[in-house]
């Protein structure tokens, strides 16, 4: 089962510049999420998207943009970056919201971003 | 703000152990709350939840125990192994509609 698929796992970007990380599901979730991981912190949901259309800002929506043409996808695009961007980026899907019991939250294996 | 927070950065077990992890949380308006397990280079992984109604919830080999009343969380793990090393995170819905994560507790395991 291939779950929440992330792509790249690995990137380096210099100060400025601009990327797309990917992600998509198949387990047909209506629920999508991007969170942010820095050294030692907690997860910080950058955006989220409760279906296909539809997308609302997390708590560090600075610098990111999100778009969700499809249920399958959901990519987080960083433009013109800066070392403050440097993190494991997760995504991550829900059938419905997962902060309701029995809404488990499957997440990708993470890309980890440098900004230099 | 409100936030989750964890007791202990590090514990370290000797595998066939018994391992407590422990999470602090300050909204009393959560009334959900979940853990994780993530492995070095892999993405979190849900363990179990609980609701708070409840104030134990057992899966296999893990337990979490909820104290409303210090709002605090534990998760339980019984004959630690080494396949247990991770870094294990509390999270609480804090009456939102999304998760607030804390910052993690990493468990080593030693044969």
């Known amino acids: 089962n291939a779950g929440v698929t992330q792509t790249p796992k690995f990137r380096i970007l210099k100060i400025g510049q601009s990327m797309t990380l990917q992600c998509t599901q198949d387990?047909?979730?209506?629920?999508m999420y991007w969170y942010r991981q820095d050294p030692g912190m907690g997860l910080k949901l950058i955006y989220y998207?409760?279906?296909?259309?539809?997308?609302d800002k997390g708590e560090v929506p600075n610098g990111y943009n999100v778009s969700r043409s499809t249920t399958e996808d959901f990519p987080l695009r960083l433009e013109l970056a800066a070392p403050s961007q440097t993190s494991v980026y997760f995504c991550?899907?829900?059938?419905?919201?997962?902060?309701?019991?029995?809404?488990?939250?499957?997440f990708g294996e993470g890309s980890w971003l440098t900004v230099v | 703000g409100e936030s989750v927070g964890l007791h202990l950065p590090t514990l370290s077990v000797q595998e066939g152990d018994n391992s407590i992890i422990n999470c602090a949380y300050s909204?009393?308006?959560?009334?959900?709350f979940i853990w994780y397990k993530q492995e070095s280079g892999k993405g979190p992984q849900f363990i179990i939840d609980?609701?708070?109604?409840?104030d134990k919830r057992q899966g296999q080999r893990v337990t979490v125990l909820l104290n409303k009343t210090v709002k605090h969380l534990s998760l339980q793990i019984a004959a630690t192994q080494p396949g247990d090393s991770a870094v294990y995170f509390c999270?609480?819905?804090?009456?939102?509609?999304?998760?607030?994560f804390g910052k993690g507790t990493m468990l080593l395991v030693s044969p």
């Open positions: 991550a899907s829900s059938y419905g919201w997962a902060t309701d019991s029995g809404n488990t939250i499957y």
């Open positions: 387990m047909n979730h209506n629920y």
């Open positions: 998207s409760v279906g296909a259309g539809i997308t």
């Open positions: 909204n009393s308006a959560s009334d959900y």
């Open positions: 609980i609701r708070s109604n409840m």
């Open positions: 999270a609480e819905n804090g009456g939102y509609s999304t998760l607030t």
